[in-house]
């Protein structure tokens, strides 16, 4: 995976060149890594209380206008429908059949509703350009094996918190 993102980084950027965000159209397969970071780590998993505006009908309730709801996004971002085992890392989730980077509505890890992040933008945007010009410059290189990590939550409630994990920057 890691090579992949190399190979779309030298062919779209080269090394003679910062990243930028005009890059990123012509990075399917980095954004799509990008998306299934966020959707597998599931980092909020429970969204803020948000109120119903007016009777919705879900599945086989009718939750009336006014009732105080909170979102669970851990179960839209691990819908075993929409993602094919939730449960492993598989940027193909956000590819086509053409490698082209897919949308979804059910790629919710800043929020959904009218009160999503309101700095999902400037997230997005710093993560591609930090995650494309770290890996322009550098190969990763974990100092454990990688059957011996583990990508449980330390903590898990109203924010899932990673284990820590050491790794070393390699030059390319």
């Not at 190399?6 to 159209?25: A, F, T, Y």
């Not at 990075?27 to 909020?44: F, G, H, K």
């Not at 400037?122 to 990763?140: D, P």
């Not at 011996?148 to 390699?170: A, H």
């Amino acid at each position: 995976m890691e090579a992949k993102v190399h190979e779309e980084i030298d062919r779209v950027i080269g090394h003679n060149q910062s990243p930028s965000m005009k890059d990123k159209m012509k990075m399917p397969y980095t954004e799509a890594v990008l998306n299934e970071i966020q959707r597998y780590i599931n980092l909020l998993p429970s969204n803020l209380p948000h109120a119903v505006t007016r009777d919705t009908k879900f599945r086989q309730y009718v939750i009336p206008k006014g009732t105080t709801v909170f979102p669970l996004l851990s179960s839209v971002l691990h819908d075993c429908k929409e993602f094919p085992n939730p449960e492993k890392f598989d940027p193909g989730h956000f590819l086509d059949k053409n490698g082209c980077l897919r949308k979804t509505d059910y790629f919710v890890p800043f929020s959904l509703g009218k009160r999503l992040c309101v700095g999902e933008g400037l997230a997005r945007m710093e993560l591609f350009l930090f995650l494309t010009t770290i890996l322009q410059n550098f190969s990763l290189k974990s100092l454990v094996e990688p059957t011996e990590l583990t990508t449980k939550p330390l903590v898990s409630g109203l924010l899932n918190l990673p284990p820590p994990f050491k790794l070393c920057l390699v030059p390319r």
